[in-house]
Antibody
């Protein structure tokens, strides 16, 4: 059974670095074809794709973001870490991580429950 | 401003049919698959349609996806109150080498 769960701080100050962790269960990023994406949703607004990492280390980022994202494997094979540097209040929202595959690049078939992040001084 | 364009809202009464549209361009919908998600209030999105028209296990056949050129549609038949929520389309975009979402369509079941 595939599950994902996001964790991280709920409050971050502007210009600081935000680090979120996605803990995977039922699959591993070392499995061929697997990807993990990060998607966020500002309060009351639409979904916005942030980043993707694939089993082979391929990383993709949303070029429209003002903050600079970086996605990597965590300390264990069942973790994916999203880092956003120089955050802005516009980065406030719910952050989701989700399972994908290279064969379905915009298809996220399993999602975590999301974690709420507020960027404010 | 989302890359994919959706109407902000749609509505219907129980039992009726409704269609939600998603408009893109040659770099996304025109050359890549379309995916549809349903987000119920306060919950994470759920995949409804993949690869334009395929339904994941558990999604009823009341939901049907289609694609033509640079546009896609999600048709919902036999509307139920539990269908009320926000519907998003998504696709891969070759010009940004990433995922693009629509702005979402809020479906209201009257």
């Amino acid at each position: 059974q595939i599950t994902l769960k996001e964790s991280g701080p709920t409050l971050v100050k502007p210009t600081q670095t935000l680090t979120l962790t996605c803990t995977l269960s039922g699959f591993s990023l070392t499995t061929g074809g697997v990807g993990v994406g990060w998607i966020r949703q500002p309060p009351g607004k639409a979904l916005e794709w942030v980043a993707l990492i694939y089993w082979n280390g391929d990383r993709r980022y949303n070029p429209a973001l003002k903050s600079t994202p970086f996605v990597s494997e965590g300390n264990s094979a069942n973790q994916v870490v999203l880092t956003l540097t120089n955050v802005d209040p516009l980065d406030t929202g719910t952050y989701y991580c989700a399972h994908s595959t290279v064969a379905a690049r915009a298809g996220f078939d399993y999602w975590g429950p999301g974690t709420v992040v507020t960027v404010s001084s | 401003q989302s890359v994919l364009t959706q109407s902000p809202s749609a509505s219907g009464t129980p039992g009726q049919s409704v269609t939600i549209s998603c408009s893109g361009s040659t770099s996304n919908i025109g050359t890549n698959f379309v995916y549809w998600y349903l987000q119920l209030p306060g919950t994470a999105p759920k995949l409804l349609i993949y690869r334009n028209h395929q339904r994941p296990s558990g999604v009823p056949d009341r939901f049907a996806g289609s694609k033509s050129g640079t546009s896609a549609s999600l048709a919902i038949s036999g509307l139920r109150s539990e269908d009320e929520g926000d519907y998003y389309c998504a696709s891969w975009d070759d010009s940004v080498s990433g995922v693009v979402f629509g702005g979402g369509t809020k479906l209201i079941v009257l």
